[in-house]
């Protein structure tokens, strides 16, 4: 019976070394990735930069404080496209035009440009990821819960796919093109048992799938991050296997503007929609309750008020240097949303993976 929702926001990622948002493209543009290479997609976001802030990204003062916020930044591609609109010099779509297509295709340097950052710093790294898994593995409790990450990152993945002697799959709640017997590549992954598995809901994409447009399918890279290795860095010598067109990434960029219209997406949705509102618990890691998230804060809504009795939460969020003031808002921004019965922590993600049964409880316990 799963009656807990572990809920992993951008802290549970920050604990294993991520950089939070603030932190991604000061990170980007000081990169060897970036100052080593000269490719299209170095020159269009320095041009982007340049004529969108002022900014000369190669500035080397630049602070994480000069640049715009990451979803600042998505957001006036994401809400230009959205409205079919365009700024001077990157144009949406123009017949015969040299700047035609060039926002759309900037909205996914700046994915890729996430994807590089995360890939840089997150190299096998998954010790407090791993330990939770173990934990509740060890209790025979992992399927008691259902995993909700509104990161991009594979931590949890790989820390539950790691498992030694795991006997369960995964289920991300989609249809991979990997389960067809047929398929083509060597990346075969099992259709998930589905009365023996661990549920993994990402509603905003994850780096190890692939979608391809044409095909209409999705493909993952198990323990990959396909978007890194296939699209960034091997981008022409690794076309879809059978319409040999491009893949995109399958990531919904943090803004207010998400589209949620693929079909994968809205499947995680729906999906992740019904198990919170099944189950009793919810644990929120590492996650701020930022007020661009207005889709996780209706999921939550509706978990919480499409129930006959109370909805519990648990928030872990703590981590040295947390000033009183940063506790206080966060802490005002759960209860005026979820109201005053939050159970608000000072617990730490790596408590939490050290610990977990101090917050749920043994379903055989209680
Ligand atoms: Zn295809």
């Keep these: 019976m799963v009656d807990t929702a572990i809920f992993l926001g951008a802290g549970a990622s920050k604990t294993e070394g991520a950089p939070l948002q603030g932190e991604l493209f000061k990170e980007y543009f000081s990169s060897p990735d970036f100052l080593r290479k000269n490719n299209k997609m170095n020159r269009e976001l320095t041009a982007f930069f340049l004529e969108m802030f002022r900014l000369n990204v190669k500035d080397r003062t630049l602070t994480n404080e000069s640049f715009p916020t990451f979803e600042e930044v998505l957001g006036l591609t994401d809400l230009a496209i959205l409205r079919k609109e365009a700024f001077r010099h990157f144009d949406i779509d123009n017949r015969d035009h040299s700047n035609s297509g060039r926002l759309r295709i900037m909205g996914q340097y700046l994915t890729f440009l996430v994807a590089t950052v995360l890939d840089k710093r997150l190299p096998g790294r998954l010790g407090h990821h791993r330990k939770l898994v173990r934990t509740l593995a060890g209790a025979d409790e992992l399927r008691n819960v259902v995993f909700v990450s509104t990161n991009y990152d594979i931590l949890i993945d790989n820390a539950l796919t790691d498992e030694p002697g795991r006997g369960f799959d995964l289920d991300y709640g989609i249809e991979f093109r990997n389960f067809d017997p047929s398929f083509v590549g060597d ?80 499947t995680i949705w729906n999906r992740t929609d019904i198990a919170v509102q099944k189950v009793k618990h919810i644990v929120f890691c590492g996650y701020s ?9 209706y999921l939550l809504k509706r978990a919480q008020t499409n129930r006959d009795g109370d909805l519990e939460f648990t928030v872990i969020n703590h981590f040295p240097g947390k000033d009183a003031d940063q506790i206080k808002q966060e802490k005002y921004r759960y209860e005026r949303f979820l109201g005053t019965k939050v159970n608000y922590t000072t617990k730490s993600f790596q408590d939490f993976c050290n610990d977990p049964f101090d917050v749920i409880p043994h379903s055989g316990a209680v």
């Design 187 to 266: 990346n075969h992954w099992r259709r998930p048992n589905l009365n023996n598995c661990v549920q993994l809901y990402k509603p905003h994409g994850s780096l190890n799938w692939l979608f391809c447009p044409s095909c209409g399918e999705l493909e993952i890279t198990p323990k990959e991050k396909g978007v890194v290795t296939r699209l960034i860095s091997d981008f022409t010598k690794k076309p879809c296997s059978r319409c040999a067109g491009a893949f995109s990434p399958l990531i919904v960029p943090p803004t207010f503007y998400k589209d949620l219209n693929n079909v994968f997406l809205s």
């Design 289 to 297: 309750f930022p007020d661009a998230d207005i889709h996780i804060k």
